[in-house]
């Protein structure tokens, strides 16, 4: 089974600031890689597919980036309504897909 | 516009069983498969299962294989999740989600409200 891992597991950031969090996969998933968010009480949102593929509608502050085992998504300047827990996804075993753990954004 | 809208969740005792229902509209159900996904209070994702359009292929993860069985029923626009033997750490929030294809690559881009089920004597 592959293994997803994210670092940190939570982060404070303030308004503007530059926001990177990380997705390791336990084998070479290629870039079969999703980001969703998900806010308190509502059903994840798809941000980025295939690795760097922005999801129509989602603002071009953020942006994804890797292949193999490691990928990056990043906010580029972080937006109030950007706090929520950030998800990875490999969908390179599909349709057995598993998430990584999570990373939390709050507000410094 | 695309909706998924669950439904049958509640509160059940160890060792029962509950139906969950998923009413797909706004878009050609028969066309898609569909997966279910969990979430434990507090906790992140997990996937349950997975069914393609025409129901020949079925997927469980191995936390529930053996007592849950999803299905589907195209002509009603309906996505069902059959759960039997429940235990305390199947309470979660769970959500079905729509699958595609695009370049290739399968993901989720749409998802349901969510329905609790709560397993507790």
């Known amino acids: 089974d592959i293994q997803m891992t994210q670092s940190p597991s939570s982060l404070s950031a303030s308004v503007g600031d530059r926001v990177t969090i990380t997705c390791r996969a336990s084998q070479s998933i290629s870039s079969y890689l999703n980001w969703y968010q998900q806010k308190p009480g509502k059903a994840p949102k798809l941000l980025i597919y295939?690795?760097?593929s922005l999801q129509s509608g989602v603002p071009s502050r953020f942006s994804g980036s890797g292949s193999g085992t490691d990928f990056t998504l990043t906010i580029s300047s972080l937006q109030p309504e950007d706090f929520a827990t950030y998800y990875c996804q490999q969908s390179y075993s599909t349709p057995i897909f598993t998430f990584g753990p999570g990373t939390k954004v709050d507000i410094k | 516009e695309v909706q998924l809208v669950e439904s049958g969740g509640g509160l059940v005792k160890p060792g029962g069983s509950l139906r969950l229902s998923c009413a797909a509209s706004g878009f050609t159900f028969s066309s898609y498969s569909m997966n279910w996904v969990r979430q434990a209070p507090g906790k992140g994702l997990e996937w349950v299962s997975s069914i393609s359009s025409s129901s020949s292929y079925i997927y469980y993860a191995d936390s529930v294989k053996g007592r849950f069985t999803i299905s589907r029923d195209n002509a009603k626009n309906s996505l069902y999740l059959q759960m039997n033997s429940l235990r305390a750490e199947d309470t979660a929030v769970y959500y079905c989600a729509r699958d595609t294809t695009r370049d290739g690559y399968n993901l989720e881009d749409y998802w349901g409200q969510g329905t609790l089920v709560t397993v507790s004597s």
């Open positions: 295939a690795a760097s």
